[in-house]
């Protein structure tokens, strides 16, 4: 049986923004809402293949998203997924239920490597301006997501906070206007692990996703994709030699991508492919 672990946002469903730079080939499926508002698509031949995918793959969504926003997308709710994974490794769903022993395993973990949250905000108060600062959210009681305006925010005070925090065991990273905060023990790779230890029983491992931070999950698979519109390939540590770097953007990746799994969830897989977990 074949592991398909996916990001989601940019990956396998995009904003009307995204939709828009990159034009799709076929129509445009809405598959999420907040407050009758379209937050995110896909396409009709998109939206058809992740339904095969789910009936011959373990398709498992994976995304920073804070629990809510997963809830939110209802396209994913009807396909069902039995495991998912949110808040950025920081719960595993299982039937659309947390898993609680990797809660209390990743909890412990935060406890052990990182100094407590209420510290780390009095940290960031004496670094952060009010000049650059718009937002903030804690999410899913376990990060911290900063809205902020990127033509005020300087790098040297970006690397200040950067390397201030790592010190404490908390990882910063900015992403586009967003500025996250989180225990370094909070992941998608941690969590994707558990899972494979303990929730699943597969045969090859194929990851996507398209930032930075989906890196170490697509590390961790056999076989990886990343789309061009992404900006894993401009910030990675080293390439990936798992990974297959597409010219595709947009709703064109994910069909790409989407037919990939197909390929090898139909078929036999093939003996140059080794499965990392035997």
């Not at 990001?7 to 730079?21: G, P």
């Not at 598959?31 to 398709?59: G, N, P, R, W």
């Not at 998608?188 to 699943?200: G, S, V």
Request: glycine share 4%; charged share 25%; aromatic share 8%.
């Amino acid at each position: 049986m074949l592991l398909f672990t996916s990001d989601l946002d940019r990956t396998l469903i995009y904003s009307r923004h995204m939709m828009d730079k990159f034009p799709p080939a076929t129509a445009t499926v809405i598959v999420e809402q907040k407050d009758h508002e379209v937050i995110s698509m896909m396409t009709e031949s998109t939206v058809e293949l992740l339904h095969q995918v789910h009936k011959h793959a373990i398709f498992v969504p994976v995304t920073t998203r804070a629990l809510y926003q997963y809830e939110r997308i209802h396209f994913i709710k009807e396909i069902g997924p039995d495991l998912a994974i949110t808040s950025n490794g920081g719960t595993i769903l299982e039937n659309g239920r947390p898993y609680e022993e990797w809660t209390k395993t990743l909890r412990k973990r935060i406890e052990d490597s990182a100094i407590p949250k209420e510290d780390i905000v009095r940290h960031f108060q004496t670094l952060k301006s009010d000049l650059w600062l718009q937002r903030s959210f804690f999410m899913d009681e376990l990060f911290y997501v900063h809205h902020v305006n990127n033509d005020i925010l300087r790098h040297d005070e970006l690397k200040a906070i950067v390397r201030e925090f790592a010190t404490h065991g908390w990882h910063v990273l900015l992403q586009g206007k967003k500025l996250y905060i989180m225990p370094k023990a909070l992941t998608k790779e941690a969590a994707i692990t558990y899972m494979k230890e303990q929730l699943c029983t597969y045969d090859v491992h194929l990851a996507a996703g398209d930032s930075i931070m989906d890196y170490g999950m697509l590390a961790i698979a056999d076989i990886a994709y990343t789309p061009h519109h992404g900006d894993l390939k401009d910030t990675q540590p080293q390439v990936l030699i798992n990974a297959t770097y597409s010219a595709n953007n947009g709703e064109a990746f994910t069909k790409e991508l989407l037919e990939a799994v197909m390929r090898l969830a139909t078929k036999p897989i093939p003996d140059t492919i080794m499965p990392r977990h035997n």
